[in-house]
């Protein structure tokens, strides 16, 4: 018997803690929500898994909406980076 694994070798960290995906899955548009509004300033990167970025947003507030809907169905990472240089990587897919 063999098993194998085969990862993409994007880690996800930060998951539930500093950031709200919603809906996950989504069709159109993806709600994003930062729970630390101190930080709510600075660039979110939408990424295929292949690590083409396929858009870039600047946020300026702890809520945006990003339209999904161009895009194809799939697994994408969300990379958020704050005004301190804090970062994080989240999942979504897009149906």
Known sequence: ???AEFSTGV???GHGSDMLLMPNPTKSVLEVQLKDRTAA???LTVMALDG???LVHRVQGFRTVLDV???ASGLYTLNWRDQNGNSSTHRFVKE
Do not use: F, H
């Open 41 to 43: 300033t600075g660039l």
């Open 1 to 3: 018997v063999l098993v």
């Open 69 to 71: 809907a161009p895009l």
């Open 52 to 54: 083409r970025v396929i």
């Open 11 to 13: 880690k996800e960290n």
